[in-house]
C-alpha cells in the first residue's frame, strides 16, 4: 500500500469513527430479527447496551447505525453481559445518562469485531479509542450545563440547523461532545486540527462551534 492509498483508508477509518459517535441509535439484527439499539459510548473505548436474552445468545449479530442502508454502518459485534449489581464501573448508569429509563434489564458490553462502511470493511480495533479525558468529562459536563446552555444550544443549531429544548451535555471527549435533548443525542463534532485536552480547551472548543 502506497501513502496515497494509505491516507485514503485512514480516511475512510476516521470518518466510519465520526459516523458511530454521531449515530447511536439504530437496530440490531439477530436470528432473523431486527430490533431498534441505542448505545452509550463507554470510557474505555467501549460501547454499551440494554440487551434482550435472545440477543446474547446469538451466534451472530449485527449492529446498523443508524439503518441498513447502503451508506450506514454495519457492524458486526460481540455482546459481553455483565450484571449491574456487581458492575464498579457504572455502565449500565452511563447509558441512563444518554438514553434515560433501559428497555431491558440485561446489560452488554458491546465489541466491535469488524465493520462495513461505504464499501470498505474495517477492522474492528479502528472503533476502540479510550477516552483520555474520562476523569474530567464529569467536572466539564457539569461547568458548561451549569455556565454555558446559550453556547450549548448556539452549537445545536449551527451543526444541525435545529433548536435545542432541555439540552443537557453528557459526554465529552478529545473529537467533539454529546448532548442530550429531549427525544435524541446529537454529537457536536470539532473541526480540523481542534481537540479537547482539558476544561478550558472544553470551552474554547465549544465556543468555536457555536459560532457559524
Not at 475512510?12 to 448505545?39: T, V
Not at 448532548?179 to 472548543?205: F, K, N, Q, Y
Amino acid at each position: 500500500m502506497d501513502a496515497a492509498e494509505s491516507e485514503s483508508v485512514k480516511a475512510i477509518e476516521e470518518e466510519a469513527y465520526s459516523w458511530l459517535r454521531s449515530h447511536l441509535c439504530g437496530y440490531l439484527r439477530f436470528d432473523g430479527e431486527r430490533i431498534p439499539l441505542k448505545i452509550a459510548p463507554l470510557p474505555d473505548g467501549g460501547f454499551v447496551a440494554p440487551v434482550m436474552v435472545a440477543m446474547l445468545m446469538a451466534a451472530d449479530t449485527v449492529l446498523e447505525l443508524p439503518d441498513d442502508g447502503e451508506q450506514d454502518l454495519h457492524l458486526m459485534v460481540s455482546l459481553e453481559k455483565f450484571d449491574e449489581r456487581s458492575d464498579a464501573q457504572g455502565r449500565a448508569d452511563r447509558w441512563r445518562t444518554y438514553h434515560g429509563s433501559p428497555p431491558d434489564v440485561n446489560w452488554a458490553r458491546i465489541v466491535i469485531d469488524a465493520c462495513k462502511f461505504r464499501g470498505y470493511f474495517i477492522d474492528g480495533e479502528v472503533f476502540l479509542r479510550p477516552n483520555p479525558l474520562a476523569s474530567k468529562e464529569g467536572a466539564i459536563c457539569r461547568t458548561i450545563n451549569a455556565t454555558l446552555q446559550d453556547t450549548l444550544r448556539g452549537a445545536i443549531r449551527v451543526q444541525w440547523a435545529t433548536d435545542a429544548i432541555n439540552q443537557t451535555l453528557v459526554g465529552v471527549d478529545p473529537w467533539g461532545f454529546d448532548v442530550r435533548r429531549e427525544h435524541d443525542i446529537v454529537r457536536l463534532r470539532l473541526g480540523a486540527g481542534v481537540t479537547v485536552d482539558d476544561e478550558p480547551s472544553a470551552l474554547s472548543g465549544l465556543a468555536s462551534l457555536a459560532t457559524p
